[in-house]
């Protein structure tokens, strides 16, 4: 028994030593940002005379400026830029996540005349590049005159998503039959069926693509780009360009900036990873 129990140690110590060694060239940018946020231009830049092979020492600032961070929340106005963000986050989050679980619901639980089909062709959507439609969507939103609003950004969230419409339906195959036939045979309709039966056991899923669609928007650069025009809407990635000068870029302010920006994003990930494995894991099979 404990020749078994050592192996076993070994086998995990083995299996987290590889991972820890793979995920460095992966962590190597993060760092490499981490560090250029607390350096000057100096430190960043150095003269002709200092420029030679890379040192281990580089990852290092000396002296550590720690007042890059503050004066680059000074350099732009970060607290609108956060507001905007997390209004574009959390709207969309939640139209997206409710309107596909109503679909998928009506996929995975309904009988209907072309169901198939109908699933089929949400499905190819996903295999439409978006560059395709960019110009034809923002000519469009741009003649019932949303450019320059938040509409062309929100609205279209509340018409489901082909790929958390698919995740939904698969977890929704995965719920017995038998609890919708004894919520039916109480007079329950399927909308109360829906919101009362379905959507609380769904809570690993909707946990799952809410995470999704709330990094996608974190993170959306090429969003705000084409449809708003004011500073005063800008979001923290679209407003991270304002320290990128036409003469002179801030790159330490950039990565200060960067920084904050990236560690709510972390922080969300960690709490909600049991959560997301759970529903990734919860809608391959039955």
């Known amino acids: 028994m404990s020749t078994v129990l050592k192996q076993s140690k070994s ?7 590889t991972l820890i060694i793979l995920s460095i060239p992966c962590l190597l940018p993060l760092l490499w940002m981490i560090s250029t946020s607390l350096k000057s231009d100096a430190q960043i830049f150095p003269s002709v005379g200092e420029i030679g092979g890379f040192r281990l020492s580089d990852f290092i600032p000396n002296p550590i400026l720690w007042s890059n961070y503050p ?48 699933f089929i062709l949400v499905l190819s959507t996903l295999m439409l590049p978006p560059q395709v439609t960019m110009i034809p969507t923002f000519l469009l939103y741009k003649g019932i005159g949303w450019y320059g609003t938040w509409l062309p950004l929100v609205v279209p969230s509340f018409f489901g998503s082909a790929f958390y419409i698919f995740l939904m339906c698969q977890f929704f195959r995965t719920i017995p039959n038998e609890l919708s036939e004894a919520a039916r045979i109480d007079g329950c309709g399927e909308l109360r069926i829906f919101f009362q039966i ?16 709330f990094i996608g928007a974190w993170n959306d650069f090429l969003g ?63």
């Open 71 to 118: 004066e680059a929340m000074r350099s732009v106005p970060f607290g609108t830029y956060l507001q905007n963000t997390l209004f574009l986050c959390i709207s969309t989050t939640i139209g997206a996540v409710l309107s596909s679980a109503l679909v998928a619901y009506g996929f995975a639980r309904t009988k209907f005349r072309g169901q198939k089909i109908l």
């Open 224 to 286: 705000p780009l084409i449809y708003l025009n004011s500073p005063s809407q800008y979001t923290i990635a679209y407003g991270l360009q304002q320290f990128m000068g036409t003469m002179v870029s801030q790159w330490s302010y950039l990565m200060a900036a960067t920084t904050v920006f990236t560690i709510p994003i972390i922080i969300l990930f960690f709490l909600a990873q049991k959560t997301f494995i759970q529903g990734i894991a919860t809608t391959g099979g039955k």
């Open 11 to 17: 086998v995990r110590f083995v299996a987290h030593l």
């Open 198 to 213: 379905m959507l609380p056991l769904s809570i690993p899923v909707m946990a799952t693509c809410a995470l999704f669609q």
